[in-house]
């Protein structure tokens, strides 16, 4: 079974995206973060809505999602916000030994 895991979620404030990487670093809840600009399109309360926006994708173990999950809802201003995990089911052995020495 795989230990580790990518979280993604997106906002539009990158004061908040910036907010959310800086506190999940910092209670090394992850081990790495990259945040990209975007273009989303998306169905919402009835109508299609596109809009720029903030990816940020978090490598984490998996057993820390919740605590990862929690972090950012309490941070988020989103009234329903993306929260995703995806298994990273292989990785570079140096690569992963890196990430599980960097967390908690």
Same mark, same amino acid.
């Given at each position: 079974?795989? =230990?580790?895991?990518?979280? +993604?979620? +997106?906002?539009?404030? $990158?004061?908040?995206? /910036? =907010?959310?990487?800086?506190?999940?670093?910092?209670?090394?809840?992850?081990?790495?973060?990259?945040?990209? @600009?975007? %273009?989303?399109?998306?169905?919402?309360?009835? %109508?299609?809505?596109?809009?720029?926006?903030?990816?940020?994708?978090? @490598?984490?173990? =998996?057993?820390?999602? @919740?605590?990862?999950?929690? %972090? *950012?809802?309490? *941070?988020?201003?989103? %009234? +329903?916000?993306? *929260?995703?995990?995806?298994?990273? /089911?292989?990785? /570079?052995? @140096?690569? $992963?030994?890196?990430?599980?020495?960097?967390?908690?």
């Amino acid at each position: 079974m795989t =230990k580790y895991c990518i979280v +993604t979620t +997106t906002c539009d404030k $990158l004061e908040i995206a /910036n =907010k959310i990487i800086d506190t999940l670093l910092k209670k090394r809840l992850v081990s790495c973060c990259q945040m990209s @600009k975007v %273009e989303s399109s998306y169905w919402w309360k009835g %109508e299609i809505v596109k809009e720029p926006e903030f990816l940020i994708q978090m @490598k984490t173990k =998996k057993d820390l999602f @919740k605590e990862v999950e929690k %972090e *950012i809802l309490s *941070i988020h201003d989103y %009234e +329903t916000c993306e *929260i995703i995990s995806f298994d990273i /089911n292989e990785g /570079n052995d @140096k690569y $992963l030994k890196w990430m599980e020495e960097e967390m908690k």
